[in-house]
């Protein structure tokens, strides 16, 4: 079993960042693939940003060139640095995880709110 545990979101103004943290614990050694996800009211989950065991990223569009996805493997933990931030990124975000045992098991963490407002 795998825990995730984000932490570091808030109230911010547009232009600012931030910066926020997903602490792994569990059966850590067999995860392979970590991800940020947000859910804004009314709309369904998205994908902002993940990242392989192997440091290999991918970012949704609309965050390109803005936020950073990082993995710290001897810390056990996923960070997401999110510069310039605007009113849109407003929204829930997820700490995600896969963990292949034989079958590949899916994780999320309980989510930690960022608002994004003058």
């Known amino acids: 079993q795998v825990q995730l545990v984000e932490s570091g979101g808030g109230l911010v103004q547009p232009g600012e960042s931030l910066r926020l943290s997903c602490a792994a614990s569990g059966s850590i050694f067999s995860i392979y693939t970590m991800g940020w996800y947000r859910q804004a009211p009314g709309k369904q989950r998205e994908l902002v940003a993940r990242i392989t065991s192997g440091g290999s990223t991918n970012y949704a569009d609309s965050v390109k060139g803005r936020f950073t996805i990082s993995r710290d493997n001897a810390k056990n933990t996923m960070y997401l640095h999110m510069n310039n931030l605007k009113p849109e990124d407003t929204a829930v975000y997820y700490c995600?995880?896969?963990?292949?045992?034989?079958?590949?098991?899916?994780?999320w963490g309980q989510g930690t709110q960022v608002t994004v407002s003058s």
């Open positions: 995600n995880a896969l963990r292949r045992d034989g079958f590949v098991f899916e994780y």
